[in-house]
């Protein structure tokens, strides 16, 4: 289902928080460049460097002529859902991103609902949500990633969710058979 999400033309945190809390996602036009992203994320939260960010705390994405399955997101080749970080212990909770200029061609962001998924397995494959809960069922990153989950329970009723489906991923052979499930929802 796409879902039609308005573009606040403010920054204030107040009103990117309501849009986490109604929807999970806020879209807003006129960051002015990377300056204004870190404000506006220092508002919110902490900022977490990426391995890749510069010292500002700000990745560019853009290709750059690597090639090998853990820099993926700096080609121009389109990448599958996944979330930020997902070999690391402690991922950021949210993810900022801006663009910086439009595209000639592609650029196109695929953004998924992580309760809708979680809600659909709950309702059309209860087996598969359950070996996606597995504890240590999924190893993120190589050698030295996380072991983990693809959902886990956050704090009271909220639910974390950890997905890759690259190379940098291992699923354990009871949770394997169920990721049709999980791509279908």
Known sequence: MLLEL???????PTEVLADLAAVGVSLIDEVSGPPALIDLARSIGSVVPHRDSDSDGVTVIQDRGVREAAMAGFTRAALPPHTDRSGVANPPGL??????RQPDIGGEALIVDGRAVHDDLAQVAPD?????YAPR??????????????????????????LRLDTLVRFAPAVAPHIPALLAA
């Open 6 to 12: 308005p573009v606040r033309r403010c920054t204030a």
């Open 128 to 132: 598969a949500l359950a070996a996606l």
């Open 95 to 100: 993810l900022l991103t801006a663009c910086g």
């Open 137 to 162: 069922s999924v190893l993120f990153g190589g050698a030295d990633g996380h072991l983990g989950s693809v959902f886990a329970l956050a704090s009271g009723t909220a639910v974390a969710l950890r």
